[in-house]
């Protein structure tokens, strides 16, 4: 019988040391899992913070382009304004001319169409001139006829 309760007992004893050994191996898978479940959360968070810094990097980049963009846009805005603004002080220029021009043409042909009522006046007053002095040479020749007539009668 003491053979029994020593069998016994050290039995309990070698089951009592499997089962710690059995908590302790639970335990440590549980420890190994936590610590693989916590590695991959530390390396997702490490994943997550290296998207977060691209994902500002790559906004920065964004960022910084568009302002060049807008930059460009700007410059080229203002470029095609003052195009707009040059063509259309050389179309004003150019309408002056037109307008200094026309002037010039029109005191021209005002000067010239003087010009010729002056010489128009002028044969006009000499023709005027000349039939004045044909009729008096007329009128004269014609005294002189009736004076030669009363005298060639009286003799």
Known sequence: READEKSKKTKRVEDRKTINEQIAGRERQRMLALEAREQENQSMRSLMQRYEKEDRS?????????????????????DAIERKKQAREA?????????????????ELAKREEEEAAVLKTKKERQAML???????QNNA??????????????
């Not at 179309?91 to 005191?107: C, G, N, R, T, V």
């Not at 039939?131 to 040479?137: D, F, I, S, W």
Request: hydrophobic fraction near 45%; glycine fraction near 2%.
């Open 131 to 137: 039939l004045a002095q044909q009729e008096k040479a």
């Open 91 to 107: 179309e004003k220029k150019e309408m002056e001319d037109i307008l200094i021009y026309q002037a010039l043409k029109d005191q």
């Open 58 to 78: 790559s906004a920065a980049v964004r960022q910084v382009a568009m302002e060049k963009s807008r930059k460009a846009i700007l410059l080229a805005n203002a």
């Open 142 to 155: 014609g005294k002189m006829d009736e004076l030669r007539a009363r005298r060639a009668a009286e003799e």
